[in-house]
């Protein structure tokens, strides 16, 4: 389920390790970290313009879960380059 299937398949020991395609790209595409950041501060920016000027109850709602969606996946972005880096230290 979600490739775990493959990292069974591929690597002997897969509980140790256990990769989401996104952090597949981001080891093999050194650019695509900037481009996805740059992507989501736009997207992020964006969002946080419009509710500035004002919603309705219910966009302001549904546009304050966006955007924490978007928060949360810059977190995940940070984490997964760190944890790139670290592995290339330790090589």
Excluded: H, W
């Excluded at 970290?33 to 992020?44: N, S």
């Excluded at 879960?65 to 978007?70: E, G």
């Amino acid at each position: 389920m979600f490739g775990y299937e493959q990292n069974k398949e591929n690597k002997p020991n897969s509980l140790a390790y256990y990769g989401f395609e996104l952090e597949d790209k981001i080891e093999k595409d050194e650019g695509y970290t900037k481009v996805l950041a740059k992507q989501i501060d736009d997207r992020i920016l964006q969002i946080k313009d419009f509710l500035r000027r004002g919603a309705t109850k219910e966009d302001f709602d549904n546009l304050a879960i966006v955007l924490n969606a978007y928060i949360a996946f810059q977190k995940v972005i940070k984490r997964v380059e760190a944890q790139k880096l670290l592995r290339k230290r330790r090589t």
